[in-house]
């Protein structure tokens, strides 16, 4: 059985423990901010982005990974007679997913998993595929068991302000007023059928009152949950909310591991500081 390569889009926001112990290798998205190039989580961060819109009030366009920049990235390990699962962002948000497997069916031994996810949500496939390389399987098996188990993921977060969503196209210059006015602090979920994002609860009130309503009412909605790793991501936030969101999750939940991570650039941009968000998975 040949060797396998575990990789994924660096939108899966991993934090840098879990990629060592892990061995997970991952490959950033472009990021294009102010007429300079960056390489996500490489030599920009979420901070830096917020500055620049806070200023300028320019926005970062992220670029997907294109086939040339696959292509050099797996065709060495592929040499070397390794086969590759590689798990990308959502095929519903990006063309990386396509992109991917247009390199695949030229470089035998690839493996794309669309995640149908984004963030932490697609984090939880990569730990499964470790798992299942762990234990011997084969890399056709690791494949096929994480198309499988994709719908058990479920990936939100509560948005602190509707500002980068307006700034980003995404939703009205009135309805981010009238939600920043009325201190309204929207979810979005993300639809693990498809990968699309949709609008979920509408919280209104502090931060820190929407988030413990938050996951207690998302940690409510299963009575089915794998209690072996949930994940906190946030955009940006202080180490109060991160607390804050833990001991709700503890009190909820007794998981065994929760993991706690920044989101990327692509990710960050069109949400905003202070946006923070759940991820965790049913049996």
Do not use: Q
């Not at 926001?13 to 300079?36: A, C, K, M, Q, W």
């Not at 806070?54 to 920049?69: M, R």
């Not at 692509?266 to 923070?276: A, F």
């Amino acid at each position: 059985m040949k060797k396998i390569i575990l990789s994924a889009d660096s939108t899966c926001d991993l934090n840098h423990e879990l990629i060592g112990h892990h061995n997970v290798n991952s490959f950033p998205y472009t990021i294009l901010l102010d007429e300079n190039t960056y390489k996500d989580n490489v030599d920009i961060t979420p901070a830096e982005i917020f500055r620049v819109y806070s200023e300028k009030k320019i926005l970062p366009k992220t670029s997907a990974i294109n086939v040339a920049e696959y292509y050099s990235y797996f065709k060495p390990w592929i040499d070397d007679g390794y086969e590759i699962i590689h798990v990308n962002l959502g095929s519903a948000l990006t063309s990386s997913y396509n992109n991917c497997c247009i390199v695949a069916n030229e470089l035998k031994g690839i493996y794309p998993i669309d995640s149908h996810n984004l963030s932490t949500g697609s984090a939880l496939l990569v730990l499964k595929a470790a798992n299942m390389i762990k234990e011997g399987l084969s890399a056709k098996e690791i494949s096929d068991r994480l198309n499988s188990h994709r719908e058990n993921i479920h990936m939100s977060f509560v948005l602190d302000t509707l500002d980068f969503l307006h700034a980003g196209g995404r939703c009205s210059r009135t309805s981010s007023l009238g939600a920043n006015l009325l201190k309204i602090k929207p979810v979005i979920n993300v639809d693990n059928k498809s990968g699309a994002m949709d609008l979920g609860n509408k919280y209104r009130g502090t931060l820190n009152k929407v988030i413990v309503k938050y996951i207690n009412d998302k940690l409510s909605s299963y009575d089915n949950i794998n209690k072996e790793n949930i994940f906190i991501v946030h955009s940006g936030i202080d180490s109060e909310y991160i607390e804050l969101a833990k001991n709700t999750i503890l009190e909820h939940t007794d998981f065994k591991k929760i993991h706690v991570t920044i989101a990327s650039c692509t990710i960050s941009c069109h949400c905003g500081p202070n946006t923070l968000g759940i991820a965790f998975e049913t049996k």
